[in-house]
């Protein structure tokens, strides 16, 4: 029979002390992202999930006693009237959002790549309405859109065009908020686009131009395909977070007129806390319901990386 030298059990041994330190270690950093997301993430989760099954009133809330009522709140949700126009609302919201402001962005993104002067400048104040919070964003909005003494309709005067009811009209308010989440999105995407278009490689364009491309050419063949990943994450990240937008909304048009404005976010809201008698269980559902549309689409986003070729 071998038998292990003294010399090599030390090793051994002192191989699996340091690997025991380095496991612990890396758990050490981990912990406070673990706590972090628990605390914050987790159990908010759990906590919403809790109140959309269970019958809370104002007292049961505070003393905790609450019966459970398992899928009552979403069977509420589903037939209350408001679900439909909230779903709709929800949806033009989100997408024409997105849509218009990836479009600006990424146009926007282009102009500035070409680096000519004051291009940092530009660059700098078209970050202003991200800065800004968005209740100021939302008041200014609200205030250049009044139908009296708004500056949109001071200006629709002067070229003979009467005065609109933004904020006030069924027709127009949804509209109106599109318009602001628009403006208030734009800069997101104008960074996160133009940080793309830098890492693209400034050979491909001589190659393309060598080639005979024209700049169209060159912008559809080369520059999309190859920001096609950031276009993805940005797109992403602009959804869920137009699928809460809830402070401009409720700022401008509290959902109104006539639910004319509504979205989930704000019905939910509404349903909680916008009443003398709040309805948590099903405030709460309709909050799970915005949730299950963020996964559904950040799963869609992991779907499509997972097939696109390295």
Do not use: C
């Not at 282009?110 to 004051?118: I, P």
């Not at 209740?135 to 200006?155: E, H, R």
């Not at 004319?260 to 099903?282: C, D, K, Q, V």
């Amino acid at each position: 029979m071998t038998r292990v030298s003294a010399p090599a059990e030390v090793g051994a041994g002192a191989r699996g002390r340091r690997g025991n330190r380095g496991q612990w270690t890396a758990w050490a950093f981990l912990a406070p992202i673990v706590v972090y997301l628990a605390a914050f993430y987790a159990y908010p989760l759990y906590r919403n999930l809790d109140l959309s099954l269970r019958h809370y009133t104002v007292r049961s809330f505070v003393r905790g006693d609450a019966p459970f009522s398992g899928l009552d709140n979403y069977r509420t949700i589903f037939a209350d009237p408001t679900f439909g126009p909230a779903l709709w609302h929800t949806m033009v919201f989100t997408f024409v959002s997105i849509a218009f402001q990836f479009a600006i962005g990424l146009a926007l993104a282009v102009f500035f790549a070409q680096n000519f002067r004051l291009s940092a400048t530009l660059r700098a104040l078209f970050l202003v309405p991200w800065l800004l919070p968005l209740i100021v964003s939302a008041s200014t909005w609200s205030w250049m859109l009044n139908s009296d003494s708004g500056i949109v309709n001071w200006a629709l005067g002067i070229a003979g065009v009467d005065p609109v009811n933004w904020l006030t009209s069924p027709d127009w308010a949804l509209t109106s908020v599109i318009i602001a989440n628009i403006w208030i999105g734009i800069p997101f995407n104008l960074v996160v686009l133009y940080s793309g278009l830098q890492a693209i490689p400034a050979e491909v364009y001589e190659a393309a131009a060598l080639d005979g491309a024209t700049n169209w050419q060159r912008f559809w063949r080369v520059t999309f395909p190859l920001l096609r990943p950031v276009s993805a994450i940005t797109l992403l990240l602009g959804l869920v977070y137009t699928l809460k937008v809830f402070d401009i909304i409720w700022i401008m048009t509290k959902g109104g007129p006539t639910d004319s404005s509504t979205t989930f976010a704000t019905w939910s809201y509404r349903l909680s806390f916008g009443n003398l008698l709040p309805e948590f269980g099903p405030g709460a559902a309709v909050g799970n319901l915005l949730i299950i549309m963020a996964l559904f689409f950040g799963l869609l986003y992991i779907r499509f990386q997972q097939r696109r070729p390295s």
